[in-house]
């Protein structure tokens, strides 16, 4: 083993990836499973049926105390005073002062004045300075917890929650009652019906010496072990942002394909709003289908009547048989435009369409 | 049997085939799929192309990247692997059978420098982090 995989980070469910043969990468530092032997074949067992991922390298950070609160609203680009029950969870971006994306998050409401936010794992140490440097400047009266005592397991597809009802029988009822994009306690277990994939599902967040016992008896009611190839190539059909490919902190929320997650309204002001306010939007975030046959990667260029633009993800999609990816092209491009992508020094026509590509099992966009 | 001795094969992870009308056929080795996982897209050279050894003259793209695909001796392309092009996923399930393209060789003393399996099968080994 060489140095380098010794430093890797582990997750509590590190020796089962193992077990299972999977394909390990480092992933922001974390030693990953990538797929366990065939990433297509565990994107459609999602699509289909049920598959679940490990993603204890996610930080859940509590976020407790009187000004929890007030502290949210002015860090987040979504409002948390739309979380009026506990158990309401919140999708949103961390930005700067410049209006530039920091990282992007749920946070649940955890009742009792506390809420919780979970963090991608390749942000979370800066993100963590980021809250504590905003916390010091408000002087707030907030307690910031990482929680790396938990495990995170998403079980998604049409049959996830059924089959986490089977497995995790103290789990049942809070599996069966939940309603999208919300969250509960149950068992000493905090269980969310999100996740990343475009299909129903749910993330568990459980004590770390709980996770492998639940990961078995997920995969005793046929819950597929899928890994981080999958799950990258689920969030595009979704039309879903991947931090640090489709978004960073060169670039807003705007430009990204999320307006719809800056609360602009409710009388406060939080981190990177002026910003926001004086700077429009030049560029935007489009779909595109390549009608060619070829690849779309990452990094591509890509030229079109409205200017040029930039592939921010690219590959294969499972589901549609072809090639997608998200793009950040000029403002006046539109749905239904032809454009021409640079793929290994051929342009190639591909269209532009309106994410998400896939939903539910459904193909959205007309090819 | 991951590297089957009947091939020779090229650092840059082809399998070669003598055939016995004088060409050679050529495809990926278990362990180059091993690396790209799976595969979801073939170009194969055009049929009458002449190609140099080492030059890039097909591409396969798996979920993760890209990747040339090199020829191993320099000649005429004569064959190429339609059925494979369009169901690449035979790659990954039988590398051995789902050959890519076919060389008439017009330098067939370009053979005797390839790898043999258990040389190639050190070569993949070390190259493996």
Known sequence: MSTIQAA???????AIHRALGAKMVDFAGWDMPLHYGSQIEEHHRVRRDAGMFDVSHMLAVDVRGAQARDYLRRLLANDVAKLTRPGAALYSCMLREDGGVLDDLIVYCLGGGGF?????????????????SQRAAQASEVDLVPRRDLAIIAVQGPRAREKTGAALPLLRAAAEGLAPFHAVGAD??????TGYTGEDGLELMLPAAQAV????????????????????????EAGMNLYGRDMDETVTPLETGLAWTVARTGGREFIGARALAS??????????????????RDHQKVRCAAGAGEITSGGFSPTLNRSIALARLPKAAATGDPVEVEVRDNWLKARIVEPPFVRQGKVLVTL | MTTPDNLKYSRSHEWVKSEADGTVT???????????????????PEVGRKVKQGEECAVIESVKAAADIYAPVSGEVVAANQEVADSPERVNRDPYAAWLFRVRPSSPGELAGLLDAAAYAKHAESEES
């Open chain 2, 26 to 44: 050529v495809g990926i080795t278990f362990h180059a799929q091993e690396q790209l996982g799976d595969i979801v897209f073939i170009q194969n």
């Open chain 1, 279 to 296: 700077r429009p939007a030049a560029r935007q975030r489009c779909g595109l289908v390549l009608i060619e046959r070829g690849m779309m």
């Open chain 1, 188 to 193: 000493g277990a905090f269980i969310a019906r």
């Open chain 1, 213 to 236: 016992a639940a990961w078995q008896a997920l995969a005793a009611q046929g819950v597929a072990p899928a890994g981080l190839g999958a799950r990258d190539t689920l969030r595009l």
């Open chain 1, 116 to 132: 919780r936010v979970v963090l991608n794992a390749g942000t979370a140490e800066r993100d963590m300075a980021w809250m504590e």
């Open chain 1, 8 to 14: 890797r980070r582990c997750t509590p469910l590190n």
